[in-house]
């Protein structure tokens, strides 16, 4: 919510007091976070149930008046706001706070919390245990409501479909193994190893979400079921499918266990130390192509979505400069527009009961901050943003860079380390020649990060605002005749030309400190006469005012 429509907001919760989604609190100086966290887990399975977008914990109102006595709840900002990280440090599946608002009224501050309604089929619990309201106390979430969340579905999930004729013996003992070791990484700081163990293979697929009464679903045969247990889900095909174009071509399909198949999809793909070389700056910044992490995020979200109804197999194809994932079955809730922020958590799943699995295994979250993620981590490696496409056929692509599509926006990244996302997002637009409205143009002009006119912007270089520090560009490598050659040589060649005074200027404090200055110049005179008599450079300019230009 926009800080203008929280006064009318605060009006309209306060008018139907408690319900089971709205909880108020007085809340003077301090409230417990754990306490919180409880509310938490249950406002939000009450809003699923109430078919409710949100749910509200409010401090600073009097139960009693209900009317508003103010808060001191976490006066300093950052300290609120930290209170995000908290909430999704203990939540089951990892879940935040749509926002966290601090409203100063007449009669005091309130503190508004916005909580996400859990997804369809999967309920919020808290530090393990499920929460719902009683009236106007907390409760456990009672077996009646866990099942009709859970329950909400199992009747249309493709994913959560028991397989009558699948075992446990058509499923693959290294992917146990590893969904095993998935599960202790995600829960050991609330489960020990040692317990989760000891479960036998059973015991642990049922607490996994993965089986339904030991019973083998099409979601387990996905994610654990050996190659040869793929028949079992004919018609609709098991396959993720590995692509190389460009000057070399190659294919390579994989089969279940996606689980382990994902990893082995993912060491097809080329992904080499790309280097960008930094403003002002002669080391090049090495960083990997793609972000490993991400990669397997956008594959193993096209494996959660895809439509297996529509029988079709999941496409990775790998190009000289970019990755495209590809999988049927459009976005279900919203559009990727929605989800780059990091603050829209999904509602509804098209595969709730595989959704939950993987997040279980660790292989996804099911909160909407993979998106998010996914531009971050391109905007870290000074990298172009994803793109998302829904085709007319119903599918999602997304391309993800691995190479620089325009050196001045790798380089605005890097000279511009505090630059907040939605800025990049412009940045990015602006080199692919996409538009951007014209309250964005006049922000990015302010700061000099764009140039040109309207509709023909570019990202600005700003290597025209470092002409007058020329002599400070280049840094110290070395300390031979070759290396100050070299030195002159990356000077006009970045700048084009230089004078005299401008390689003086680069020279003078790297050469040794037993020359005085006269045999500094005269070492300096050497050094370009030598460059000259090798047909390197070139005097355009007059003697007593050289312009030099390489040859």
């Known amino acids: 919510m926009t800080p203008e429509e929280l006064p009318a907001?605060?009006?309209?919760?306060?008018?139907?007091?408690?319900?089971?989604?709205?909880?108020?609190?007085?809340?003077?100086?301090?409230?417990?976070?754990?306490?919180?966290?409880?509310?938490f887990s249950a406002l939000s399975n009450e809003a699923n149930l109430h078919e409710s977008e949100e749910a509200w914990?409010?401090?600073?109102?009097?139960?009693?008046?209900?009317?508003?006595?103010?808060?001191?709840y976490r006066e300093d900002e950052e300290r609120l706001q930290t209170l995000k990280q908290q909430i999704a440090e203990n939540t089951e599946p990892s879940i935040s706070f749509r926002g966290v608002h601090a409203l100063e009224t007449e009669r005091g501050r309130v503190v508004m919390l916005e909580i996400p309604s859990a997804p369809r089929g999967?309920?919020?619990?808290?530090?393990?245990?499920?929460?719902?309201?009683?009236?106007?106390?907390?409760?456990?979430?009672?077996?009646?409501?866990l099942d009709e969340i859970r329950g909400q579905t199992l009747q249309t999930d493709w994913s959560a479909h028991i397989v009558k004729d699948a075992t446990f013996h058509d499923l693959d003992p290294e992917a146990i193994a590893r969904a095993k070791s998935n599960f202790i990484k995600k829960h050991g700081n609330r489960i020990p190893a040692k317990e989760i163990e000891a479960w036998s293979d059973l015991q642990f697929l049922d607490k996994a979400r993965i089986t339904i009464n030991g019973q083998i679903t099409r979601a387990a045969l996905l994610l654990l079921g050996s190659s040869e247990s793929s028949h079992l889900l004919l018609p609709h095909p098991a396959q993720l499918t590995w692509k190389l174009t460009g000057h070399e071509t190659a294919y390579e399909h994989f089969s279940p266990p996606?689980?382990?198949?994902?990893?082995?999809?993912?060491?097809?793909?080329?992904?080499?130390?790309?280097?960008?070389?930094?403003?002002?700056?002669?080391?090049?910044?090495?960083?990997?192509?793609?972000d490993q992490k991400m990669v397997l995020e956008a594959l193993h979200n096209c494996i959660a979505h895809q439509d297996y109804t529509k029988n079709s197999r999941i496409i990775v194809?790998?190009?000289?400069?970019?990755?495209?994932?590809?999988?049927?079955?459009?976005f279900i809730d919203g559009c990727p527009d929605d989800y780059i922020s990091g603050n829209r958590t999904p509602r509804r799943y098209r595969n709730t009961f595989m959704a939950r699995a993987m997040t279980e295994l660790n292989m996804i979250d099911t909160m909407g901050y993979g998106i998010h993620q996914l531009h971050t981590s391109q905007a870290a490696r000074f990298l172009p943003m994803p793109d998302f496409e829904i085709t007319p056929n119903s599918e999602v692509k997304l391309t993800i860079y691995g190479s620089v599509v325009d050196e001045a926006y790798s380089q605005a990244l890097m000279l511009h380390a505090d630059l907040p996302l939605c800025d990049i997002l412009a940045l990015d637009r602006v080199q692919k020649h996409h538009p951007i409205n014209d309250a964005t143009i006049k922000r990015l002009r302010k700061q000099n990060l764009i140039e040109g006119r309207k509709p023909n912007f570019r990202v600005s270089s700003e290597i025209a605002q470092a002409t007058a520090?020329?002599?400070?560009?280049?840094?110290?490598?070395?300390?031979?005749?070759?290396?100050?050659?070299?030195?002159?040589l990356e000077l006009i060649q970045q700048f084009g030309s230089a004078s005299r005074s401008d390689i003086d200027d680069l020279l003078t404090d790297k050469l040794s400190d037993l020359l005085d200055e006269p045999q500094k110049k005269n070492?300096?005179?050497n050094l370009i006469t030598s460059l000259r008599r090798n047909g390197k450079i070139i005097?355009?300019?007059?003697?007593?005012?050289?312009?030099?230009?390489?040859?």
């Open 317 to 330: 194809t790998e190009s000289p400069h970019t990755l495209v994932f590809e999988n049927v079955g459009t």
């Open 523 to 525: 070492k300096i005179s």
């Open 539 to 551: 005097n355009k300019g007059s003697d007593t005012k050289s312009e030099w230009h390489l040859i």
């Open 57 to 72: 914990l409010v401090f600073g109102i009097d139960n009693r008046s209900r009317s508003i006595v103010g808060s001191n």
């Open 9 to 39: 907001k605060l009006t309209a919760l306060i008018s139907k007091w408690e319900q089971e989604t709205i909880e108020f609190k007085q809340a003077g100086n301090d409230f417990s976070t754990d306490k919180i966290g409880h509310y």
């Open 122 to 145: 999967i309920p919020i619990a808290w530090k393990g245990h499920y929460y719902a309201r009683n009236g106007e106390s907390l409760a456990p979430l009672g077996l009646a409501k």
């Open 469 to 488: 520090q020329k002599g400070q560009y280049i840094k110290t490598r070395g300390l031979d005749d070759a290396y100050y050659k070299t030195l002159i």
């Open 258 to 290: 996606f689980i382990l198949s994902s990893s082995s999809l993912y060491q097809r793909i080329r992904n080499i130390q790309i280097r960008i070389l930094p403003h002002n700056e002669l080391l090049a910044v090495e960083v990997a192509k793609y």
